[in-house]
């Protein structure tokens, strides 16, 4: 019984221990999460007002015959077109390297009718010059004088022109840093009126990157001006405002 007796005891001493040090870890682990608790999530917005560097803009023309024999005298009048649209770009400034001439398509449509005879023909051909600019406003002023071309009886589709912003690299580091910075006055101001003050970040998420036309809700490319925006979701440690 005295050995039996000595076993109990020592047996409780180890449980008290077991029971001691388990406290601690459930203490520190209560202590760790009411830390984490303690923290602001707030997003810091960033916008800035660019203009595209990029415009691609392409002009199509077409001539239209009714035999195959106008075929040869056809070829001739695409190539006056093509080359009178590229005299005017290069008047106003435009380089062989910016303006990219096509090939010229051939096709031949057949119109029949219900016993299959043929009672029309088409025979057609279509050109398309490309041109791509970093002299976006040039592009813009530059569509009204094509568009003459047109007036004087030239069947030529004059695309609108798509705009592109590309160096969104050169400004991605400070618009992150300003969003960081707005996220931290809205955790200021939450931390003011908590009592509370801002510690180190916690976590920190960035969002992406949308440019947008000017006025618009959607990422597309039909205006010069553009907005790049950004929002980055941060979560800040708060600490005690004493």
Known sequence: MKYSQYGLIILGAFLAIGL???GYFVGQTMYNAKVAINTAFVKGLAERRVEADTANWLLRYTIMGKNKSELANMYKEAEKIKNKIIEILKKDGFTDKEIKPGVIHYSHKEYRDRQQNIVDQKYILVGDINIESNNVRLVENERTKINSLIAEGYDITNYAP???????NEIKPEMLKEATKNARL???EFAKNAGVKVGRIRNA???GF????????YEDTEKIDKMVRVVTSIEFYLTDGK
Do not use: C, M, P
């Open 20 to 22: 001691a040090v388990s």
């Open 205 to 207: 998420r960035q969002g």
């Open 162 to 168: 798509t705009y592109l912003f590309t160096k969104l």
């Open 210 to 217: 949308s440019i947008r036309d000017i006025g618009s809700e």
């Open 186 to 188: 809205a955790a200021n």
